[in-house]
């Protein structure tokens, strides 16, 4: 599974290297948000052990393994990824710091959002039973963009533009 260590292989240009850097220090940052966020729900907020295992694990694994499947296994879906992951590439994502500093940036806002649903709810307001499927989502679909990020090294006509 070369995803889990992004960037690795001196073969590929600097830019490249850096992509798949980014596309798994992404993975790596939602996924440590993720538990953190749900560190932070499970001891604050009041509810039975079946609610809180439901809202905060079960659910957001379910739409995780939903948006993690479903564009690596219909086609038309994985293309249109594909193709979506190829022009970030292009375009110069995960390539400067800036962009990381974007990039990052905007998790961080989701992040918030969901540490101020989860402070909302622990002070009497709705579970943010929906925050957390979101971002169960949203690990799955970088997790698939991480994959398919491999996949595209595979291709040979992006090969002899990633390869030195």
């Known amino acids: 599974m070369s995803f889990l260590r992004p960037g690795s292989d001196p073969n590929y240009t600097l830019a490249w290297r850096n992509f798949r850097r980014m596309q798994g220090s992404a993975c790596l940052f939602v996924a440590l948000l993720y538990g953190a966020a749900a560190l932070r729900a499970w001891s604050s907020l009041e509810g039975s052990l079946d609610l809180k295992r439901s809202v905060i694990l079960v659910f957001p694994a379910v739409f995780g393994m939903l948006s993690l499947w479903v564009p690596l296994v219909i086609a038309p879906v994985r293309r249109r990824l594909k193709r979506y992951v190829w022009l970030s590439f292009v375009s110069g994502f995960g390539q400067s ?11 961080s806002v ?6 101020a649903e989860i402070a909302r709810a622990a002070h009497g307001g709705r579970w ?35 390869l030195r």
């Open 97 to 107: 710091v800036l962009s990381v500093v974007t990039g990052l940036g905007v998790l």
């Open 110 to 115: 989701g992040g918030a959002f969901l540490f």
């Open 128 to 162: 943010p039973a929906g925050a957390f499927s979101a971002l169960g989502s949203g690990l799955g679909i970088l997790l698939a963009q991480a994959i398919l990020t491999t996949w595209l090294e595979r291709e040979p006509k992006i090969r002899g533009i990633i």
